[in-house]
């Protein structure tokens, strides 16, 4: 049995003040004499299991005995965690291994993960504590996502938690073209635990096939024990027959708690997370404009998105969710002045008098709304507009740049484009690796190495010039079908709308510049005329 009995397992003490997590070990107050301080961390040494008195000189005495601190009071929600680990951590499997070695020379990386982490660790801690689940879980996301809450998969998985969107629905992650509950950090969180809680009980409380479950599907860890019992073979994770990707997901898991139990041992720091409320959930009510929100809040758009990550666009969702996450010590004041603000304040509203041909897809785009916003809004039963009659329409307060974060800001962020629509140019930062470049633009690291002639284990400088292609997310969008009027029915047409490039039709269409110039006869530096029809070889939804 490679886990710890489920009695231990289930017994997680729980103390939370009104701040913080607390235990009840003393704390140490007088700083001792430096030889003293020696002394003792040569004791920290053999507690530890860590290197002999000759690596001491190495070692910052003075930071060691501030951690040493930290664990017994729990400062740090890090070594509150490191202080309640239950998994067994099987060091002595080898795909353990090559995890904690990998984690042990990556510094860089786990210092980038508690920067992403540092919002939403005591929330989740919080909530692993109320339902007296392992603490070990909190380090969950690490494998799944590097606590990016922008994380997006080739499979569609999105979040610090990595839904896939069948799963964020069947735990009730409402979905649509404003708001995604598989990023919102209360939902996801919320979602995440019961899905562990139901695996758990569903494996008979084995941690290990229910993290295998969490990353394969409940059916292929199922199946993959049942082989086993009809061979005659051990059922525990490590004798299981499983998908490369989740052999290596579990080894993971333990290999972060492992570096994070033994620091010293490994040579790594996790940076500092204070223990204590990073935010304050807050009823808003209704719709809100997050311009409005960042004003009233004192936050930049970049902050606003980073709490909540959820909304897609530039308002909250008309229909909810209606909270918003405020910093824990900007909250108080944020309540305040949302009393005060009119109602008319808000959102902002524009009449648009409908013109022939126009459709309530058209009109979405052109205002960066929904087609169900404008029915609801204007109580439309069905996709009906007649030339002449006007539609009131929620429209942002500032330009699409402003709102920082958005899903149509992050597809392109930190990308500079080419001339044909679709291939970008990515520029590597300090910090960047292969896997977080993929995940930023929901494409895979094989899909990365291939476009760029490079190995996945080639390391990146920075400066360095990536070819990344972006596909355009049909998932969310509203609108109609564009239908295809050619005589070739693989074959579709579109009118060109002033305001309208070649540019801005291949980025549409997901298709290069370069072919719309060879579909249509037209040389480069053509000029486009409104109600030019163009064709097009594709069929989308939703454009």
């Given at each position: ?12 003490p729980?103390?939370?003040?009104a ?60 070594f ?19 995890k ?5 020379r ?6 980038r ?72 950090i ?25 993290l ?106 008309p ?6 996450l ?130 996945s ?58 072919d ?28």
């Amino acid at each position: 049995m490679h886990m710890i009995p489920k009695a231990i397992i289930c017994f997680v003490p729980i103390i939370i003040s009104a701040c913080n997590f607390s235990s009840t070990r003393p704390n140490i107050v007088d700083p001792a004499p430096a030889t003293e301080k020696r002394q003792q961390l040569n004791q920290v040494h053999k507690l530890n299991n860590t290197g002999p008195d000759t690596n001491v000189a190495e070692i910052n005495v003075e930071q060691e005995l501030n951690r040493q601190v930290a664990i017994q009071d729990h400062q740090d929600l890090w070594f509150l965690i490191q202080d309640e680990l239950q998994f067994n951590r099987n060091i002595n499997q080898r795909s353990v291994q090559d995890k904690v070695a990998w984690f042990a020379r990556n510094q860089d990386y786990l210092d980038r993960v508690a920067d992403r982490a540092q919002p939403y660790l005591y929330h989740i801690i919080s909530k692993l504590k109320e339902r007296n689940m392992p603490l070990d879980l909190a380090l969950l996301p690490i494998v799944e996502s590097a606590y990016h809450p922008f994380a997006y998969s080739p499979s569609r998985a999105s979040g610090i938690w990595q839904f896939i969107p069948a799963t964020g629905k069947r735990f009730g992650m409402k979905q649509n073209w404003w708001y995604d509950g598989r990023r919102d950090i209360i939902a996801a969180t919320d979602g995440a635990l019961d899905y562990l809680e139901s695996l758990h009980k569903r494996f008979n409380g084995n941690w290990f096939h229910a993290l295998a479950a969490y990353n394969a599907g409940e059916g292929n860890v199922e199946k993959a024990i049942r082989r086993n019992k009809k061979a005659g073979k051990k059922t525990d994770f490590w004798s299981l027959r499983l998908p490369r990707e989740t052999r290596s997901y579990v080894p993971s898991l333990l290999a972060v708690a492992e570096v994070l139990k033994n620091q010293t041992k490994y040579n790594i720091i996790f940076k500092s997370i204070p223990n204590q409320p990073h935010f304050e959930s807050i009823d808003i009510g209704s719709q809100i404009d997050l311009a409005t929100v960042a004003a009233m809040s004192n936050m930049t758009m970049d902050e606003v998105y980073t709490l909540n990550p959820g909304f897609n666009r530039w308002a909250t969702d008309p229909k909810g969710p209606h909270r918003i996450l405020v910093p824990y010590d900007k909250a108080a004041d944020f309540k305040q002045k949302l009393a005060a603000l009119p109602t008319s304040e808000r959102v902002s509203w524009k009449q648009h008098k409908i013109v022939q041909g126009e459709s309530l897809a058209q009109i979405a785009r052109r205002y960066q709304t929904s087609v169900s916003a404008l029915k609801e809004t204007n109580r439309l039963k069905g996709n009906n507009i007649r030339a002449g009659s006007s539609l009131l329409i929620p429209t942002a307060k500032e330009s699409s740049k402003f709102y920082s974060l958005s899903a149509d800001a992050r597809k392109f962020k930190n990308l500079k484009r080419t001339g044909d629509g679709k291939q970008y140019i990515y520029s590597v930062k300090r910090g960047d690796n292969l896997w977080d470049i993929s995940r930023q633009y929901g494409i895979s690291v094989k899909q990365l190495t291939r476009w760029n002639g490079i190995s996945s284990k080639s390391l990146l400088k920075p400066g360095q010039k990536l070819t990344v292609w972006v596909k355009q997310d049909k998932q969310y969008e509203d609108g109609a079908l564009i239908k295809a009027v050619a005589k070739n029915p693989a074959t579709g047409t579109y009118t060109v709308k002033r305001g309208d490039s070649l540019w801005l039709i291949a980025r549409k269409f997901d298709v290069h510049v370069n072919d719309l110039l060879k579909w249509n006869n037209l040389k480069k530096g053509n000029h486009l005329k409104p109600g030019q029809s163009l064709i097009v070889q594709q069929t989308i939804t939703g454009a």
